[in-house]
């Protein structure tokens, strides 16, 4: 069974950081690439930041220079730093798993609020 549990959101200021976490298990966690998507309320999931098998990054350009996404392959995790937070950033995040001939596999979110 395929599990991505979020967790290390809540409240912080904003120019605050948050650090998520994104535990995997159940698949190739090393062969996967990893995204972090969020959806603001009234919004549409965007894409955040993702980071290939080969740990290669991208990101949004809303985020660029602010959030770093990295993963340990020994733990079966993946992070999203988040610095100099802004109240638009706030949103229920995901992360999401996929991999070839697999469709992606999500958890279940957890909540940043970014306060002014």
């Known amino acids: 069974q395929v599990q991505l549990v979020e967790s290390g959101g809540g409240l912080v200021q904003a120019v605050g950081s948050l650090r998520l976490s994104c535990a995997a298990s159940?698949?190739?966690?090393?062969?996967?690439?990893i995204g972090w998507f969020r959806q603001a309320p009234g919004k549409q999931r965007e894409l955040v930041a993702t980071?290939?098998?080969?740990?290669?990054?991208d990101y949004a350009d809303s985020v660029k220079g602010r959030f770093t996404i990295s993963r340990d392959n020994a733990k079966n995790t993946v992070y999203l730093q988040m610095n100099s937070l802004k109240p638009e950033d706030t949103a229920v995040y995901y992360c999401?798993?996929?991999?070839?001939?697999?469709?992606?596999?999500w958890g279940q979110g957890t909540q940043v609020t970014v306060s002014s």
């Open positions: 999401a798993a996929n991999s070839i001939a697999s469709p992606w596999y």
């Open positions: 159940g698949i190739r966690f090393r062969f996967n690439i």
């Open positions: 980071v290939t098998s080969g740990g290669m990054t």
